[in-house]
């Protein structure tokens, strides 16, 4: 078997495709819809209100007091959107990830070159789940936007496999997302001499992610997949470590 014929079985739902196809339309189950229903307020706790302000006379000095107090500042939630993200590289080469908030785009909002190895990439998502976390020093870079930081030390599953580099887009690489604009979600081949200088296919997985903002020293990527379908689990986390 092929490693693009593993690709596609590990990814049974992100139907096989060229970068010259027609897009089709596909619904998109968004991973954590649950988790918002935080922000819905509980009709069954409602806010709690002085009820006995009007009653007592006497007390209404020491209500004042109690109404100067400093309100307790609310929880600050993560901030959530969607973005087009595609993972590809050479047969042979190592591993690139690309974030981008427009699919008609050509100029990504992030790209990392990662030394990972294509083929072993293809391994550990036979298991179905992949975590790679990158991981900046924050005595160093305190100051740097997440987006911004040149180098990062990669750990996938768990296991130090080497480091990630900040790269600008090349004219080979936005030739090949612009070979990829009628792509949403997809998983297949780009043809020798498109998006690459080299002699060799270049592999892709396009998909939906949920990017999910936490602090200034933490971003996270998740892999959304097609409704009725487990798919492929597959997480990047960009963190700067006190």
């Not at 690139?96 to 990662?114: I, M």
């Not at 030390?153 to 480091?163: L, Q």
């Not at 409704?227 to 470590?241: N, T």
Request: aromatic fraction near 4%; charge should be positive.
């Amino acid at each position: 078997m092929t490693k693009i014929d593993a690709l596609r079985r590990l990814l049974p739902c992100l139907s096989p495709t060229t970068a010259t196809s027609k897009a089709t339309a596909t619904p998109i189950k968004k991973r954590l819809s649950t988790s918002l229903r935080n922000d819905v307020v509980d009709p069954l706790h409602p806010v709690l209100t002085n009820t006995n302000q009007d009653k007592d006379k006497d007390s209404q000095d020491s209500t004042t007091t109690t109404d100067l107090d400093p309100p307790v500042s609310a929880f600050s939630r993560p901030s959530r959107s969607m973005v087009i993200g595609t993972i590809f590289g050479q047969r042979k080469g190592h591993v690139w990830f690309c974030f981008q908030h427009h699919r008609l785009s050509t100029k990504p909002s992030l790209l990392l070159e990662l030394s990972i190895p294509t083929h072993q990439l293809v391994q550990e998502m036979s298991s179905g789940t992949v975590r790679i976390a990158l991981e900046c020093d924050h005595s160093e870079l305190s100051s740097c936007p997440l987006h911004s930081v040149p180098i990062w030390t990669m750990h996938c599953n768990g296991r130090k496999i080497g480091f990630a580099t900040k790269r600008k887009a090349t004219r080979h690489n936005r030739l090949m997302l612009k070979t990829m604009q009628s792509i949403t979600v997809g998983a297949g081949m780009i043809p020798t001499g498109v998006g690459s200088s080299g002699s060799e296919e270049i592999m892709y997985m396009r998909a939906n992610y949920e990017h999910v903002i936490g602090n200034s020293d933490y971003e996270s990527f998740h892999l959304v997949n097609p409704d009725e379908c487990a798919g492929q689990e597959l997480s990047v986390y960009l963190m700067r470590s006190r």
